[in-house]
């Protein structure tokens, strides 16, 4: 169950005028900074428009089951199954999938805090800010920082992941006679959940046995 903690503050017209004499200042520097951005993105977008407009001109569509050594070095699209001759393994997990790619994503349960301000303009010209902090414990795929919580010595985080979020990749992934690149087969569909089962958490070593469970 979340709990709360609340924090009201004063602010002064006075330190108002100054905040915003502070804003104008960094607003006169940031502006041409961002001017300067945006004509360079621009110019890039510009250049990279130019480049697909070219790429699409000049591509060549050909079949999966032959390398045509007259089109190396050119832009060719070939269209396919990727396969692999055998499984993709997590060595820590001991996992074994029929699958281009594996993806491991730890959860850990922990204290998280949600920040909600609300200013309200008060008579003279100042403003009052309530700021309302709320914890509650949930599943995250990192340790988080209970040190830098505004209430802290109520909602301390402990422990750490077991081994680690990584990301395993099938060895001689093929498309035909082509090879597929690995950064291809890092950007391959959207990953499907895998079920971790029992006898997985059995084959861990003692440390991470302890520290693991299943939800």
């Known amino acids: ?14 330190s108002r005028i100054g905040e915003s004499i502070k804003g104008i200042l960094f ?33 060549i569509s050909v079949a999966a089951d032959k390398v045509d050594a007259a089109n190396d070095k050119k832009l060719i699209h070939v269209m396919g199954e990727a396969s692999t001759p055998g499984p ?24 998280v805090e949600n920040k909600k301000s609300e200013t309200k303009e008060k008579i003279g010209g100042g403003e009052e800010t309530t700021t309302t902090y709320t914890y509650e414990k949930d599943w995250v795929d ?18 750490s992941l077991i081994a680690g979020n ?9 498309l035909g006679s082509f090879k597929v690149p690995e950064d291809f087969v890092s ?15 059995n084959s861990l070593t003692g440390d991470m046995k302890d520290a693991a469970s299943i939800e």
């Open 27 to 59: 607003g006169i520097i940031v502006i041409p900074v961002m001017v300067i951005l945006l004509w360079w993105n621009e110019g890039r977008a510009v250049t990279t428009a130019n480049s697909l407009k070219e790429g699409a001109a000049a591509v």
């Open 187 to 201: 950007r391959m569909g959207n990953p499907e959940g895998y079920a971790l089962k029992e006898e997985s958490l």
């Open 142 to 159: 990192e340790p988080i920082k209970s040190s830098e919580f505004k209430q802290a010595a109520d909602h301390v985080n402990q422990g």
């Open 1 to 14: 169950m979340a709990d709360s903690y609340t924090e009201v503050t004063n602010q002064n017209w006075f």
């Open 88 to 111: 993709v393994s997590d060595p820590d997990f001991g996992i074994s999938v029929p699958a281009l790619r594996l993806l491991r994503t730890e959860e850990i349960y922990q204290w």
């Open 166 to 174: 990584a990301e395993f990749r099938a060895e001689d992934v093929t």
